[in-house]
């Protein structure tokens, strides 16, 4: 009885990062692109944040303590990262209840009604923020314009995303030279326009991604092929239309391409195992976004398009596992 086997689901990796290492590295990227959000958006960035940080939480303890009956793990950050990623994910101005609820849906069904940390099949954040984007569509598209402290909390106001103005000047049969106000490639690098809290600065963005990788918290692998799948497909599009379709630096740096491609995307729980999978995996994610931006009713589809390939991951995982030490010999 002294040496039992304790069983936990994968991945099994071997390494000095614990979790609770591996959740709080992860938060301290996403620092600079917090800072970002308060820059542009003010009080209700911390509003929103604090909010869904504090209910992911609460929700977390509550079910593991009375429901599943099982060791609390709040303090390993993973519920924390979640109401930050969901926090990203939603208009500054979004108010407390809509936060509440979704925080309830992202720990309560994306995560905990699988057992917990490393057995959900799907991003939590992005299921709590699809979700609310289907249940409340009109408190989830309206965007506050970034005026850093002076964005009201209440009664912001708003205006369209990027791509938003793109999708409804194409729809109304407008060309993309005749479209007004689509802020420039140099203020979409900075975070000069409205969107979610935490995808408007593709620099903040890239900081964090270079920290994670000096860290070696994530990969290159999912974020170089995600993006490049949406450059050049994009640019194809581009090239076939440039009054149609907007170039593919736009597509990278609005929406929500570089929070999902660092930050979503890589979720060690809901993405492959394996360089390969990785590849494919993002591949799909860039090839769904664009589909969905182009062609869909929607203007942004990365979170549908990680949610749609998150489904693929155990097969991702089966199709590309290395070939065992001596199989072939033995299936000789």
């Not at 979004?94 to 509440?100: D, E, M, S, Y």
Request: aromatic content about 12%.
């Amino acid at each position: 009885m002294e040496k039992l086997l304790h069983i936990s689901p994968s991945p099994h990796i071997a390494g000095e990062y614990s979790v609770q290492k591996i959740m709080y590295g992860v938060l301290l990227a996403l620092l600079p692109a917090f800072a970002a959000s308060v820059y542009f958006f003010g009080i209700g960035a911390i509003v929103v944040t604090a909010t869904a940080v504090v209910s992911c939480v609460a929700f977390e303890y509550l079910i593991q303590k009375y429901l599943i009956k099982g060791t609390p793990t709040i303090l390993n950050g993973s519920a924390a990262l979640t109401g930050v990623l969901l926090a990203f994910n939603v208009p500054s101005n979004l108010p407390i209840l809509l936060i509440v609820i979704g925080s309830m849906v992202a720990i309560g069904i994306g995560k905990m009604s699988f057992g917990g940390l490393g057995q959900n099949p799907f991003n939590p954040a992005l299921v709590g923020r699809v979700f609310l984007l289907i249940s409340f569509p009109v408190q989830m598209t309206s965007w506050p314009l970034p005026m850093g402290f002076q964005t009201k909390y209440f009664d912001a106001i708003t205006g369209a995303t990027p791509l938003a103005l793109v999708k409804e000047g194409i729809k109304n049969g407008q060309t993309l030279s005749s479209i007004e106000n689509i802020p420039s490639h140099m203020n979409l690098f900075y975070g000069a326009m409205g969107g979610s809290i935490g995808e408007i600065c593709a620099l903040a963005l890239i900081l964090g991604f270079a920290f994670m990788l000096y860290r070696k918290i994530i990969t290159w692998h999912i974020p170089v092929f995600l993006i490049s799948t949406i450059f050049a497909f994009t640019g194809i599009m581009h090239l076939t239309n440039p009054e149609k379709y907007a170039d593919p630096l736009f597509h990278i740096l609005t929406g929500g391409v570089m929070l999902g491609a660092i930050f979503m995307a890589t979720d060690m729980v809901t993405s492959p195992m394996t360089h390969k999978g990785m590849a494919i995996f993002a591949i799909g994610i860039g090839l769904i976004t664009v589909i969905i931006r182009l062609f869909g009713a929607y203007p942004e589809g990365i979170s549908f398009a990680i949610l749609i390939m998150n489904a693929f991951v155990p097969l991702l995982n089966k199709w590309t596992k290395p070939t065992r030490f001596g199989e072939e010999v033995l299936n000789g």
